[in-house]
């Protein structure tokens, strides 16, 4: 794509159809258009054959539909999948596919590295190089869908690839209005999860979407003190902050609120955590999700034994909790929670990003 040239694929449906409207064409062609670009994956607009042909020679010579380009494409022992994609800028980001019965699912990135700079995580030792476009975010879907044949069948999406959503959160709902479109994929807002260290003006913005998706927080400890230690914005945004806006946060009949819970062996997977952590959760309508630490050189906390993560998923169990224990997938490749890391390109550090994030 050239400088001149405008991505067609960065643009929502009203905004296509003013596009086409100024071009003097009528609203139908840019559903149309959307159609090609979101659902059939096309990049070419030579082949949209029922669009007039002076429009596609217009499009042609004005615009484009920018691609990511698979420039790794790994697939693991348990079958999870891992792309390696390059942005129009040559920036790297990671998309994974986790596939499952009966649910596909797909994991996508919202910024390129992140400035959360968790503890236990490589993607925040990577700093913030930037955020993703809503297309870039959308396009990681299409590419997954393309890539494993999924493009007209259901599947999930959870924002829980390299980034923070709420960080980006502009771009972000973006893209889930565009993901939602009925002349593109037209995927259900019930089969999309955000996932977030719980940015609270962000949550609170959330709670105002005419279409909203699931809601994970990534929570991981039970007292400020450790927490902020783990998840440094913690300083800013506080677990009852946080838990005070889950606490108001408008959830969908049955729907819950997930609790994402990193167990680091020794640091804050004890009973008395799981003690604390079944009282904060008290009236709130939650499941929680343990995550066993993936290891990784750099990061200093250990995975604990499957009979620790057990028996504190017992205490919350017996505490009327709904508890599940993530399953590691794509280990041997690097494609498991926290593993997404893509080398170079980061000025900052990450601890000073998140120093300039907190001023
Ligand atoms: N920034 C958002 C989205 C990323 S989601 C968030 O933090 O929620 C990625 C999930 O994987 C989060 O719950 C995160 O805490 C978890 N994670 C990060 N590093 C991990 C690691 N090394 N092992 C297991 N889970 C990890």
């Not at 709420?166 to 037209?186: D, F, I, P, S, V």
Request: charged share 25%; net charge positive; glycine share 6%.
């Amino acid at each position: 794509m050239t400088a001149a040239t405008r991505d067609l694929a960065e643009l929502e449906l009203p905004e296509l159809e003013r596009l086409l409207q100024d071009e003097g064409y009528e609203a139908f062609h840019a559903r149309q258009l959307y159609r090609w670009i979101h659902r059939h994956a096309l990049i070419d607009v030579a082949q949209m054959t029922n669009l007039p042909r002076a429009l596609r020679a217009r499009l042609d010579a004005g615009f484009s539909v920018a691609s990511l380009r698979i420039v790794n494409d790994q697939v693991s022992v348990d079958g999870t999948r891992k792309l390696v994609l390059e942005l129009v800028d040559g920036r790297r980001i990671e998309s994974v596919f986790i596939p499952d019965t009966p649910a596909q699912t797909f994991c996508v990135s919202t910024q390129v590295g992140c400035a959360m700079s968790c503890g236990f995580c490589l993607t925040g030792k990577m700093g913030l190089v930037r955020n993703l476009t809503a297309g870039e975010i959308v396009g990681q879907v299409r590419t997954l869908a393309l890539a494993t044949g999924l493009l007209d069948q259901p599947f999930n999406i959870v924002l829980m690839g390299m980034g923070e959503p709420l960080h980006n959160y502009e771009n972000t709902m973006k893209a889930l209005r565009m993901l939602h479109a009925e002349q593109g994929l037209a995927v259900s807002p019930r089969r999309e999860t955000l996932s977030t260290v719980g940015i609270v003006p962000g949550l609170e913005r959330l709670s105002r979407e005419p279409l909203m998706p699931n809601l994970a927080i990534s929570l991981h400890a039970t007292t400020d003190e450790q927490r902020t230690a783990l998840v440094p914005p913690n300083v800013k945004y506080p677990l009852a902050a946080i838990l005070d806006a889950c606490r108001r946060f408008p959830l969908k009949k049955r729907s819950r609120i997930t609790f994402e819970y990193v167990m680091l062996n020794g640091v804050n997977d004890a009973p008395d955590d799981a003690r604390r952590l079944a009282q904060l959760l008290a009236g709130i309508k939650s499941k929680v999700n343990l995550i066993p630490l993936n290891p990784a050189p750099g990061i200093p906390y250990a995975r604990p034994s499957d009979a620790r993560v057990d028996r504190f998923a017992q205490i919350l169990a017996d505490r009327h909790l709904t508890v599940s224990v993530r399953k590691s997938r794509g280990r041997d490749i690097r494609a498991a929670c926290g593993q997404l890391i893509v080398e170079g390109g980061v000025k900052k550090s990450a601890a000073q990003q998140m120093a300039l994030l907190l001023r």
